[in-house]
């Protein structure tokens, strides 16, 4: 590994990153041990898909488990990240049919199974491991020794004893039910794996059914005219007038000459629906089938598991059930039976996986029976903590509704089930194949073809990944997980199989805290997908900014709501800022010779960046242990940025380029050595590539790696308020100074003077240098408070002090006049066409949304820049016409005395103010300090001191304002100090706000609509 001082003059992800990925590794950083005295800390990655390729959720996942696993390895732990890999049964099956058609023009069929798995278990052995290598592409540190597959003879074994185990203890039986079944694949669905579009346009379509006895019909309405194949009765509202006679007659089916009932049914009927007659298919809806049951209803199945209509079916037989339609109908126009249609709308169930319309069918297959499993969830549940706390809410509600687990799949790559038939139909439960039946002793068993869903394996994984059901060592020291980190659609399908199954197999809930993700979509909230061409990819974006910027992203973004809005100019702005790192430590590294790392801070801003860093490193820890990533990553990124870089770097210049003292000197490049290499710890889980490879070049690091440096912990005796105070104030001042200059248009290396009327002289005259270098002053001259102002100078106002900039000789003010003018009259009339727009109510309703939102984004844009134009002509305008100070922040009629031609005795009477009142300050101060200091009964004295030396002041101001008063009637000088210390008061409130958005607060998720429910259509 190349180190030294040297840095190469641009950072270049591609040559770094795959480096450390690989040595990282190598030196076994990414282990943890079984058993261990450090304190465990386990996150289990939700395992990718075999057939996956990263994508952006992916890397969110990474990051943000790798961020806290990083973190906690720093802060000392036996911190494990668990990788694993899904089988992801219907997925894989369908990827290996499509080749091997594609190659060979063979089904599955074709093969039968046993070599149709064979092909698959290869497929997978040249395929399987692409997912993890481009988790390392992102620098996952996860634990690769320990590497597992859902299907792994490990991890068949525990689903086999959990299958075995839950059929003993009564949770898990065999039986004929309707089931959501998808035709394309073929297979059985849990009720997660349909999705409802809502608001699909059908039509209602309604014909007759004629009375067997010939006294009539009755009409019925349906969206689905197929099923009335399989009708076993029409049901009508007991209640309702219309049909009371009929109820208890017979109807004939027109097509197949079968008779059946009409019943009154309360519950499935809504007289005002439809007809209010009702046709009833027990064999093909689920509010059917439970009204069959209330009945005693016959239940026919007319579908074959492909689509097509069976035996049952009669003269259609063998069509299609959607395709059909026109033919069914077509007859029962020909048998005058058809009675309109109407539009209608309603929600349509489709397979998640293929789209096709999913049917509920007759079906034999395993269910788990849940109840009893998530009301020991539902017991359980205050012992997880639910990261944004709103899901909890859905997890609870979710458990309180749940209904039985469909588990049987009819597919072929999976666990097959552990159940044998003999002969005589009996079942037999076994771990491993049964000599013979359980029941009948018979030797002549088969085994259950199905195979159990995917989401059952990855049910058990935080167990079953360390070898349960064996008691070891691993097990006993990560289980329960510490937090359960992915993405909140699949809290259902994944997070509450395994609380169920955690607590049932193991007595305790898997882990501590759920932390669910947002979902990551593009700049303008669409979801990415190839056809909309929006997608991006993570591995094209690590190759080309570094993974670090990608990461980086992603946890700055992820504290975003249900939502991450992702552009790549973001990625590139975080590249950037690796650059800036770059340089930044290329910088202070060369003027670190003679570095002592012994040397103490020498001057304020020492102490102040220290003190700085020190409290970015308690706020770095503090979100990170509340799971407020996102405010963990920008608080960092400020620090290094603004404070770091913008400030410490640019004030240490004249100590490190031995303007000052030697002690100033070596004082600089410590401080400056100790934040970044601090900075660099604290940035480590979120950017650890670039981190790793500055830190490698800094004299001040210790151990091989940062990756194992401890996470920086609390140090208050860094904190220094006073150095902060006093930054603050500078630093307020100077970037007003800045504003200025750039509000007056004045060319970024045009220096011009700088004049100070400071309350605190002294304070100012220390930080001279930091103004010329700082806001390019050509020279800084410090005046009294009172002092008779500059003409033709523009202002920026502070409490402590005013900055002004004399632009006289500097600027043509007619023309810039006239330009700043022609500047605003256009952005008036762009801003007016926007305003018509946004007020016309027809645009706002018919454009689409995200145009809307741009207008009104532009128009505050506008409005932003029409007022700092405005200020700037001000500003233009009172220097032109040589008017004093007309400073636009400052509000009118609150001009010094002083300015306006002081006589003599206003003068003097302004020499004995200043004399009260700097006689005062140094008290005050003292004073202050001691409250802080001394305890209640000090504090309490000191107060009352204060009291009186205000009143002091109190009267010695009045007796000056009187004789001000006096001298220069009518003009009301005496004025001037209440209202400058009005301006002061007005300016800290602004200081509190900037501190308050610093802190920043963290958006909460809103609870949306549940995902998904089943439902009839
Ligand atoms: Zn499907
Ligand atoms: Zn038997």
């Given at each position: 590994m190349a180190a030294g001082p040297e840095l190469d003059k641009g950072y270049e992800p591609s040559r770094v990153e795959p480096r450390w990925a690989k040595e990282w590794e190598e030196r076994g950083y990414f282990h943890a041990d079984d058993e261990s005295d450090k304190p465990p800390y386990c996150i289990i990655l939700p395992p990718p898909n075999v057939t996956g390729s990263l994508h952006l959720g992916h890397a969110l996942t990474a990051t943000l488990e790798d961020a806290l696993i990083r973190w906690k390895r720093m802060s000392g732990f036996n911190a494990l990240w668990m990788p694993g890999i899904d089988h992801a049964g219907i997925a894989t099956q369908m990827v290996v049919e499509r080749e091997l058609q594609k190659s060979e023009r063979k089904s599955r069929h074709d093969l039968g199974r046993e070599e149709f798995l064979r092909r698959v278990w290869s497929w997978k052995e040249a395929q399987g491991d692409r997912i993890a290598v481009q988790h390392r592409a992102l620098g996952a540190s996860l634990d690769w020794d320990r590497l597992r597959f859902t299907m792994d003879e490990q991890s068949s074994r525990a689903v086999r004893e959990a299958f075995v185990r839950l059929y003993e203890d009564g949770l898990l039986y065999r039986a004929l039910r309707l089931i959501n079944w998808c035709v394309k694949d073929g297979t059985a669905l849990s009720d997660l794996e349909v999705d409802h579009d809502e608001g699909v346009k059908s039509e209602l379509y309604k014909f007759a059914y004629p009375l067997a006895d010939g006294s009539g019909e009755i009409v019925v309405a349906t969206t689905r005219v197929e099923t009335m194949l399989g009708d076993t009765a029409v049901a009508v509202h007991p209640d309702d007038e219309r049909y009371r006679a009929m109820i208890g007659k017979k109807v004939r089916h027109p097509i197949l000459g079968r008779e059946f009932p009409i019943i009154a049914d309360a519950e499935l009927v809504d007289p005002k629906f439809g007809t209010g007659a009702v046709k009833v298919t027990p064999g093909h809806s689920f509010e059917d089938f439970d009204t069959g049951k209330r009945h005693s209803l016959p239940l026919i199945n007319i579908l074959n598991p492909d689509g097509t209509l069976n035996a049952n079916a009669g003269p259609f037989q063998g069509q299609d059930r959607i395709k059909v339609r026109p033919a069914l109908k077509a007859r029962l126009a020909e048998l005058g039976?058809?009675?309109?249609?109407?539009?209608?709308?309603?929600?349509?169930?489709?397979?998640?996986?293929?789209?096709?319309?999913?049917?509920?069918?007759?079906?034999?297959?395993?269910?788990v029976k849940t109840k009893?499993?998530?009301?020991?969830?539902?017991?359980?549940?205050?012992?997880?903590?639910?990261?944004?706390?709103?899901?909890?809410?859905?997890?609870?509600?979710?458990?309180?509704?749940?209904?039985?687990?469909?588990?049987?799949?009819?597919?072929?790559?999976?666990?097959?089930?552990?159940?044998?038939?003999?002969?005589?139909?009996?079942?037999?439960?076994?771990?491993?194949?049964?000599?013979?039946?359980?029941?009948?002793?018979?030797?002549?068993?088969?085994?259950?073809?199905?195979?159990?869903?995917?989401?059952?394996?990855?049910?058990?994984?935080?167990?079953?990944?360390?070898?349960?059901?064996?008691?070891?060592?691993?097990?006993?020291?990560?289980?329960?997980?510490?937090?359960?980190?992915?993405?909140?659609?699949?809290?259902?399908?994944?997070?509450?199989?395994?609380?169920?199954?955690?607590?049932?197999?193991?007595?305790?809930?898997?882990?501590?805290?759920?932390?669910?993700?947002?979902?990551v979509r593009d700049e303008k909230g669409e979801k990415m997908s190839k056809t909309r061409g929006n997608v991006i990819d993570p591995l094209d974006i690590t190759a080309r900014h570094g993974a670090d910027a990608l990461r980086f992203t992603l946890a700055s973004m992820a504290g975003?709501?249900?939502?991450?809005?992702?552009?790549?100019?973001?990625?590139?702005?975080?590249?950037?800022?690796?650059?800036?790192?770059?340089?930044?430590?290329?910088?202070?590294?060369?003027?670190?010779?003679?570095?002592?790392?012994?040397?103490?801070?020498?001057?304020?801003?020492?102490?102040?960046?220290?003190?700085?860093?020190?409290?970015?490193?308690?706020?770095?820890?503090?979100?990170?242990?509340?799971?407020?990533?996102?405010?963990?990553?920008?608080?960092?990124?400020?620090?290094?940025?603004?404070?770091?870089?913008?400030?410490?770097?640019?004030?240490?210049?004249?100590?490190?380029?031995?303007?000052?003292?030697?002690?100033?000197?070596?004082?600089?490049?410590?401080?400056?050595?100790?934040?970044?290499?601090?900075?660099?710890?604290?940035?480590?889980?979120?950017?650890?590539?670039?981190?790793?490879?500055?830190?490698?070049?800094?004299?001040?690091?210790?151990?091989?790696?940062?990756?194992?440096?401890?996470?920086?912990?609390?140090?208050?005796?860094?904190?220094?308020?006073?150095?902060?105070?006093?930054?603050?104030?500078?630093?307020?001042?100077?970037?007003?100074?800045?504003?200025?200059?750039?509000?007056?248009?004045?060319?970024?290396?045009?220096?011009?003077?700088?004049?100070?009327?400071?309350?605190?002289?002294?304070?100012?005259?220390?930080?001279?240098?930091?103004?010329?270098?700082?806001?390019?002053a050509s020279e800084v001259s410090l005046s009294s408070f009172d002092a008779p102002r500059p003409k033709g100078a523009a202002v920026h106002v502070e409490p402590e002090v005013e900055v002004h900039l004399p632009l006289a000789n500097l600027i043509d003010f007619a023309s810039e006049k006239a330009r700043v003018e022609k500047e605003i009259a256009r952005v008036d009339a762009e801003l007016e066409g926007i305003r018509r727009r946004l007020d016309n109510q027809g645009f706002v309703e018919r454009a689409p949304k995200d145009v809307v939102e741009e207008h009104r984004a532009r128009a505050e844009e506008l409005q932003g820049k029409r007022e700092k134009l405005a200020r700037h002509l001000a500003r233009v305008t009172s220097v032109e016409d040589g008017m004093e100070d007309k400073n636009p922040q400052q509000p009118q009629g609150t001009q010094p005395a002083a300015q306006t031609g002081s006589s003599e005795l206003a003068d003097r009477a302004r020499e004995t103010f200043e004399a009260a009142r700097e006689a005062v300050a140094p008290m005050a101060e003292k004073m202050a300090a001691a409250m802080t200091e001394a305890g209640e009964v000090l504090a309490q004295k000191a107060a009352e001191a204060g009291g009186v030396m205000a009143t002091k002041a109190a009267e010695v101001k009045a007796a000056v304002a009187r004789r001000i008063a006096a001298a220069r009637r009518p003009k009301k000088a005496a004025a001037k100090k209440p209202a400058r210390k009005a301006v002061a008061r007005k300016a800290a409130p602004k200081k509190a706000l900037k501190k308050a958005a610093k802190k920043g607060g963290r958006k909460v998720a809103k609870a949306r609509k549940p995902a998904k429910r089943k439902g009839k259509r």
């Open positions: 039976l058809e009675r309109g249609t109407e539009a209608h709308t309603m929600a349509l169930g489709k397979c998640q996986r293929c789209g096709n319309i999913v049917e509920p069918l007759l079906s034999k297959q395993w269910f009893p499993l998530a009301a020991k969830v539902i017991e359980h549940v205050d012992e997880i903590h639910f990261v944004p706390e709103t899901w909890r809410a859905e997890f609870l509600r979710w458990m309180n509704n749940i209904h039985d687990w469909t588990v049987s799949r009819q597919l072929w790559w999976g666990h097959q089930i552990p159940a044998w038939y003999c002969e005589y139909g009996h079942v037999t439960v076994a771990r491993e194949r049964p000599i013979d039946c359980d029941e009948c002793h018979s030797g002549n068993l088969r085994q259950d073809p199905d195979v159990l869903d995917t989401w059952f394996s990855s049910g058990l994984w935080p167990f079953s990944t360390f070898g349960w059901p064996d008691d070891t060592p691993a097990l006993r020291t990560f289980y329960p997980n510490s937090v359960m980190e992915t993405g909140f659609d699949i809290l259902f399908f994944w997070v509450a199989r395994m609380a169920m199954l955690g607590l049932h197999f193991m007595g305790k809930v898997p882990f501590g805290v759920v932390f669910l993700h947002a979902m975003q709501g249900r939502d991450i809005k992702l552009g790549v100019g973001r990625i590139e702005g975080y590249r950037a800022f690796a650059n800036k790192i770059w340089n930044a430590a290329r910088f202070v590294l060369m003027n670190a010779e003679g570095y002592d790392p012994r040397a103490q801070p020498a001057s304020v801003y020492d102490r102040w960046i220290l003190s700085r860093f020190q409290r970015c490193a308690d706020e770095t820890r503090k979100a990170l242990d509340e799971f407020r990533i996102s405010d963990a990553a920008n608080g960092i990124y400020k620090f290094v940025w603004n404070e770091l870089c913008d400030w410490a770097i640019e004030l240490a210049k004249p100590a490190l380029y031995g303007e000052k003292s030697a002690a100033e000197r070596a004082g600089a490049q410590a401080s400056l050595l100790t934040a970044l290499e601090g900075s660099l710890r604290l940035l480590h889980p979120f950017m650890p590539f670039v981190t790793e490879e500055v830190w490698q070049r800094l004299p001040n690091r210790e151990g091989p790696s940062i990756m194992i440096a401890p996470f920086p912990g609390p140090r208050p005796e860094l904190i220094d308020e006073r150095a902060e105070r006093e930054m603050d104030v500078i630093a307020r001042a100077i970037d007003g100074a800045r504003s200025v200059r750039g509000e007056v248009a004045l060319p970024p290396n045009q220096r011009v003077p700088l004049v100070l009327f400071a309350k605190d002289s002294a304070l100012f005259r220390r930080h001279e240098r930091a103004f010329k270098h700082l806001a390019n």
